[in-house]
C-alpha cells in the first residue's frame, strides 16, 4: 500500500503535529530531529522492503513521543508511547471512521512497543522491522556519533538535575572519563545493531555507516593517545 487517501494524509500530518509538541523541548537525543530521519529512513526502507505505509510513518512519527514521560519517571518510553499513540489514534478515528481502524491502531501501538534497541524483540511483520531498522539506523554514521556524544551529555545533565540515572540501560553514558565512555559505547552498541537489523536494504545502509564510525573512532584515538 503505497498510496494515501486525503484522510490518511490528514491523520499523518495530525500526527506529526502532535509529536512536534510533545517533544518542542526534548532536550535528549530521541528529539524532533531524530523522528524525521526516521521517518525519512521509514520511507526508503519501505520503497525497496513494502509495507503498508500509512502505518510505517504514523509508527515513525509516534515512536518516541513517550520519552519526556521516562525521563520524568523513569520506565520505558515505547511502553508510553504505546499508550500515547492509542489515544491519539483513536481520538483520529473519530474524525475519520472509515480512515484508520482498529485493527491499524493496534499493528501502530505494537511497533511502538517492540521498536526500541534494548527491547531486544524481533518482530514478524514487515512494518514493524521497518520501524526497527529506521530507528537503528539513526544510532550509526555521523549522525550516529553526533547522537551519542550528545546523549551522554544531556543524560548526565538528566541526572544532575534531577537524579535519574539511566545507567541500567545505557552503561556507558556516566563513564568517568567521556571520551572512554565513547569507546566502549562503540565496543557494543554500533558493532551490535547490524547483526540485528531485518531487512537486506538496512543492513546494506548500516555496513556503509559503521566503516565511517571505525574511521572516526581510529582517528580519535590516534589524537586521543
Known amino acids: 500500500m503505497n498510496d494515501l487517501s486525503a484522510a490518511q494524509f490528514q491523520i499523518i500530518e495530525h500526527a506529526r503535529d502532535f509529536m512536534i509538541q510533545i517533544l518542542d523541548k526534548e532536550s ?3 528529539d524532533i530531529g531524530h523522528v524525521f530521519r526516521v521517518e525519512k529512513n521509514v520511507i526508503f526502507l519501505q520503497k525497496n522492503e ?25 520506565g520505558d518510553h515505547a511502553v508510553y508511547g504505546s499508550e500515547m499513540a492509542f489515544d491519539f489514534l483513536k481520538s483520529e478515528q473519530q474524525k475519520y471512521p472509515d480512515s484508520i481502524s482498529d485493527a491499524e491502531i493496534s499493528a501502530v501501538c505494537d511497533m511502538i512497543l517492540s521498536h526500541r534497541f534494548s527491547s531486544g524483540k524481533k518482530p ?10 529506521a530507528d537503528r539506523l539513526d544510532a550509526l554514521g555521523a ?11 544531556s543524560l548526565r545533565m538528566l541526572k544532575s538535575l534531577t537524579g535519574i540515572d539511566k545507567g541500567q540501560s545505557k552503561k556507558t553514558v556516566y563513564t568517568k572519563d567521556p571520551v572512554e565512555g565513547f569507546y566502549a559505547y562503540m565496543s ?8 540485528r537489523l531485518n531487512t537486506e536494504t538496512a543492513k546494506r545502509i548500516a555496513k556503509e555507516r559503521l566503516e565511517f564510525m571505525e574511521l572516526f573512532e581510529k582517528q580519535l584515538r590516534e589524537e586521543n593517545d
Open 50 to 74: 513494502g509495507g503498508n505505509i500509512f502505518l510505517i510513518r504514523l509508527a515513525a512519527l509516534l515512536h518516541d513521543i513517550g520519552t519526556q514521560k521516562e525521563n520524568e519517571r523513569g
Open 188 to 195: 557494543y552498541k554500533p558493532q551490535e545493531i547490524p547483526n
Open 143 to 153: 549522525v550516529g556519533i553526533f547522537r551519542s556524544i550528545y546523549s551522554m551529555g
Open 124 to 133: 514478524e511483520k514487515i512494518e514493524a522491522q521497518i520501524l526497527q531498522d
Open 28 to 30: 535528549t537525543s530521541h
